[in-house]
C-alpha cells in the first residue's frame, strides 16, 4: 500500500532550524500534491503549506511565511519542508499528506493519504 514516512524531527532551540523530510513510496509521485501539516497538543491538525506536482509557487500558512520552505524531488519521491528561525509556537507533530487534483491545499479532506508523523519541538 502507499507508504509516507516523515523523519527529520527533533528538538531544537529558538532560532534553530531543522529540515523535515517525507519519503513516498509506491505511488505516483510525481503527479501528486504534496502538504505539510502540523497538530500541537491540545488543538486541532493545521495547515503549514503545500506544493503541488508542478512545483511553482506553494501556499503556507501566514505563520509560516518566510521562515519555512517546502520543496519536493521527484526523482526521489520526497519532498521537504525547511524551517528556519523556529519559534516555540511551532511545536507539533508534523505531517506529510498527498492528494491529487486538489482545489484547496490547506484543506485536510483533500489529502487521500497521510504519513505517521514526526514530533518537532522548540525550547526557549
Known amino acids: 500500500q502507499v507508504q509516507l514516512v516523515e523523519s527529520g524531527g527533533g528538538s531544537v532551540q529558538a532560532g534553530g532550524s531543522l529540515r523535515l523530510s517525507c519519503a513516498a513510496s509506491?505511488?505516483?509521485?510525481?503527479?501528486?500534491?504534496m502538504g505539510w501539516f502540523r497538530q500541537a497538543p491540545g488543538k486541532e491538525r493545521e495547515f503549514v503549506g503545500a506544493?503541488?506536482?508542478?512545483?511553482?509557487?506553494?501556499p503556507y500558512a501566514d505563520s509560516v511565511k518566510g521562515r519555512f520552505t517546502i520543496s519536493r524531488d521527484n526523482a526521489k519521491n520526497t519532498v521537504y519542508l525547511q524551517m528556519n528561525s523556529l519559534k516555540t509556537e511551532d511545536t507539533a507533530v508534523y505531517y506529510c499528506?498527498?492528494?491529487?487534483?486538489?482545489?484547496?491545499?490547506?484543506?485536510?479532506?483533500?489529502?487521500?493519504?497521510w504519513g505517521q508523523g514526526t514530533q518537532v519541538t522548540v525550547s526557549s
Open positions: 509506491r505511488l505516483t509521485f510525481s503527479i501528486y500534491t
Open positions: 506544493i503541488s506536482w508542478r512545483g511553482g509557487s506553494p
Open positions: 499528506g498527498g492528494g491529487v487534483s486538489i482545489g484547496a491545499p490547506s484543506r485536510e479532506a483533500e489529502y487521500k493519504f
